[in-house]
């Protein structure tokens, strides 16, 4: 299908399978050109009342302009659902959970509601009553937070979006919850509460605790009584390690959110969305856009700079295309609407960071670096601000605006409550065909998955311009940074280019950090980023980060340690005709180790060997005749293939574990149920012994695409394929 659009393959393909109107059988009813002239149409639609149809013209032309030429997008639900029946445009939702069973599943209902429609949903359960508080109207028990919270998981896990985006969540609770530490540890176990993201909200009155070595007050929510005290240390302790160990919980800031909450007298924001950058009140929502600021660079003399002027009419009309998404969008539920449209908050962020920083041949991890993230955000808030004022001369500030910190301070009326948010752009990054938000890039060669399971290696555009400038191209370095992903470990590559075009794990997390709270100082929601840390971290660096998150005035922060999750991607039904899984090449060299197993036959030898990105086959031998020798070859053949395919290894030790055979159970010598149960109990040792292979490898992943298989990037609480578009909030 073509686009008639500067799009690259990648993109239309990602167009094609995850956004275009489709007929009832789910075939495309338009192209991406027409997907774009939809969302323009629909969204300036929104100015008729205000500048008549020759300027809603106008702003469609405008609209689709930025849009097709990659130069802003908004957030996924407004390209999905812009111009169709549905009509829901906003990506980010939070709902209040009140303490009774009655406002629990209102809340479970209304989740239900907004993952039809293609939003996100982030929650406090801090007024839940702790787990053991006595229920007085039915003399009962309460079974606390972190149990209710397995319900919305499961209601979650039942909508699926209708199959157009997955749902996601975050769960936050306060920090002086009484049920705190069950909370920090609930997703200690891989399988559980696997749709949330969830955060620690940690007080000032916690953070002071911390530093002066003290304890802190737990509160009873429901009577508003102190229910004891924890050592500040020890539960800091706690979060720390579960995040290194798991990648959750995450820390949100929450005094700070609140210090910059700009409708106070409206009631405490509680919660985040999904990814953390979107602090809002109950039933409140926000749409967000990001600018594609890598093509914001001009050439002025052989020096290359940002292109201010053109940077400054792109945010202003940008901020123009999102307050009309508030106008336009249909909401799930009528508190949502009368909230949203009394705030009008809007997110306007960036994206094609990395990108911008290259071209401009600054280092990701330097004082440069830092100095331009400030400057570009000082003029997109700038500028923002003076767009929103603009639009309420026009059109009239936000209904809540008198109520406001900003009509206290003196500010000139302002259409929008916020204006500026960081937010993860994995989907429509690919579609702009640039750098994820303000990440640094993910690896410089990426795989792509194309038909029948076959792989080609992209390189980032500006890498293979400087490679083939310096000759480099000929000498087989692409070989080399092909197969690694990254340049760190790749001969004959300059040492500049190799700072220049450092990926996530070879910036040092520090830097991760400050470049958060570079962008953060002038941006009025909060930054979604992942600090990326190696495998070899310790608890302790986690909590030097946290510190320093704290230090650096962030609103909160997600950290994770490579190779700290195991594989949790499933692969859904069967293969498509003439495609499907393709199991990784099996590498000329492996590694493993081998244990002897007594089975009712005598001895099982199970072999486990690893490559570089993990576990990759089972081998099994018997060392006497008899026994069931085919069959167990078949058993490691079927195991080994679904290895390398990335299939959960959990998954399929669990489907191992525990199968009896009878000549083992009625053996006094067996050690073990069968010989499938030896080999699940045996990849299982090998784990706990040898850690899973690959966790030092910069370009090998713990997760795979379970549509493509190709490897997917971490962003912001979200993983992303940069194949096929495929998206997942969560771990």
């Given at each position: 299908m073509g686009s008639g659009l500067d799009l690259s393959d990648n993109a239309i393909k990602v167009i094609e399978r995850r956004y275009l109107a489709r007929d009832p059988e789910g075939h495309p009813v338009e192209t991406p050109l027409e997907m774009f002239e939809r969302v323009a149409a629909a969204v300036s639609a929104s100015d008729v009342p205000f500048r008549g149809r020759e300027g809603a013209e106008r702003s469609r032309s405008e609209f689709l302009e930025m849009m097709t030429s990659r130069a802003f997008l908004p957030n996924s639900p407004t390209l999905m659902n812009a111009g169709r029946p549905l009509g829901q445009l906003s990506a980010c939702f939070v709902l209040p959970v009140?303490?009774?069973?009655?406002?629990?599943?209102?809340?479970?209902?209304?989740?239900?509601?907004?993952?039809?429609?293609?939003?996100?949903?982030?929650?406090?359960?801090?007024?839940?009553?702790?787990?053991?508080?006595?229920?007085m109207s039915t003399k009962g028990i309460a079974s606390g937070p972190v149990s209710f919270m397995t319900v919305f998981d499961a209601a979650t896990e039942t909508v699926k979006q209708g199959g157009t985006r997955r749902g996601a969540n975050m769960g936050v609770l306060r920090v002086d919850h009484p049920d705190i530490l069950r909370f920090i540890h609930s997703k200690e176990q891989f399988d559980h509460l696997n749709n949330f993201n969830i955060s620690v909200a940690l007080t000032r009155e916690f953070m002071r605790a911390l530093e002066e070595g003290d304890s802190y007050d737990l509160v009873n929510p429901h009577v508003g009584t102190v229910a004891g005290r924890l050592d500040a240390r020890e539960v800091f302790d706690d979060i720390a390690l579960m995040a290194w160990k798991t990648g959750d919980p995450g820390v949100i800031f929450l005094d700070r959110m609140n210090e910059h909450n700009p409708t106070p007298s409206l009631g405490e924001i509680e919660s985040t969305n999904p990814c953390g950058e979107q602090p809002l009140l109950p039933y409140e929502s926000c749409n967000l856009g990001s600018v594609n600021v890598g093509l914001m660079v001009v050439d002025g003399g052989g020096v290359p700079s940002i292109d201010y002027p053109r940077l400054e009419i792109l945010v202003r009309e940008a901020i123009h295309f999102?307050?009309?998404?508030?106008?336009?969008?249909?909401?799930?539920?009528?508190?949502?609407?009368e909230v949203t449209r009394a705030n009008r908050k809007i997110g306007l962020g960036?994206?094609?960071f990395a990108d911008l920083l290259i071209r401009l041949g600054i280092p990701y991890d330097s004082e440069e670096a830092l100095s331009t993230a400030r400057e570009l955000m000082f003029l997109i808030a700038g500028v923002a601000r003076e767009a929103s004022a603009a639009l309420a001369v026009e059109r009239g500030p936000f209904p809540n605006f008198e109520r406001s910190t900003y009509a206290r301070e003196g500010s000139p009326p302002l259409r929008n409550a916020t204006t500026t948010t960081i937010a993860p752009t994995g989907s429509i990054s690919i579609i702009a065909g640039c750098s994820s938000g303000i990440e640094p890039l993910f690896a410089v060669a990426y795989e792509r998955r194309v038909l029948d399971g076959e792989s080609l290696v992209e390189f980032h555009p500006e890498f293979l311009r400087i490679a083939k400038d310096r000759g480099l191209a000929d000498d087989g370095v692409l070989d080399g940074v092909a197969a690694e992903g990254c340049l760190g470990r790749v001969e004959g590559v300059p040492g500049d280019l190799k700072r220049l075009f450092a990926s996530a794990l070879e910036v040092a997390p520090e830097w991760h950090v400050r470049m958060q709270a570079a962008f953060q100082q002038h941006t009025d929601n909060a930054v979604s980023k992942t600090v990326n840390l190696p495998a070899e971290a310790t608890v302790e660096d986690v909590e030097a980060l946290y510190a320093l998150a704290y230090e650096?005035?962030?609103?909160?922060?997600?950290?994770?340690?490579?190779?700290?999750?195991p594989a949790q991607v499933l692969y859904q039904g069967a293969p498509s005709v003439g495609g499907g899984l393709r199991p990784r090449e099996r590498q000329k060299v492996t590694k493993g180790s081998t244990?002897?197993?007594?089975?009712?036959?005598?001895?099982?030898?199970?072999?486990?060997?690893?490559?570089?990105?993990?576990?990759?086959?089972?081998?099994?031998?018997l060392g006497r005749a008899g026994g069931c020798p085919s069959q167990s070859e078949?058993?490691?053949?079927?195991?080994?293939?679904?290895?390398?395919?990335?299939?959960?290894?959990?998954?399929?030790?669990?489907?191992?574990?525990?199968?009896?055979?009878?000549?083992?159970?009625?053996?006094?010598?067996?050690?073990?149920l069968s010989c499938p149960d030896a080999i699940g109990k045996a990849i299982e040792k090998y784990l706990e012994s040898f850690g899973q292979p690959g966790g030092d490898d910069l370009q090998a992943t713990d997760h795979r695409c379970p549509e493509c298989g190709a490897r997917m990037e971490l962003e912001g609480g979200c993983r992303v394929c940069r194949s096929c578009g495929f998206s997942r909030c969560g771990p």
């Open positions: 009140e303490d009774s069973m009655e406002g629990i599943f209102e809340a479970v209902k209304n989740m239900a509601l907004i993952h039809k429609s293609g939003g996100g949903t982030g929650f406090s359960f801090s007024r839940l009553r702790p787990r053991n508080d006595v229920v999102l307050d009309n998404v508030i106008d336009a969008s249909v909401y799930p539920l009528t508190e949502i609407a960036v994206m094609g650096l005035c962030c609103k909160g922060i997600t950290i994770y340690r490579y190779g700290s999750r244990e002897k197993v007594k089975i009712g036959c005598g001895n099982l030898y199970v072999t486990v060997n690893s490559d570089d990105e993990g576990i990759c086959e089972v081998f099994t031998s078949a058993t490691s053949r079927l195991i080994s293939l679904g290895l390398r395919s990335g299939i959960d290894i959990d998954e399929i030790t669990e489907q191992l574990k525990g199968i009896r055979c009878m000549s083992s159970i009625r053996s006094k010598q067996a050690e073990v």
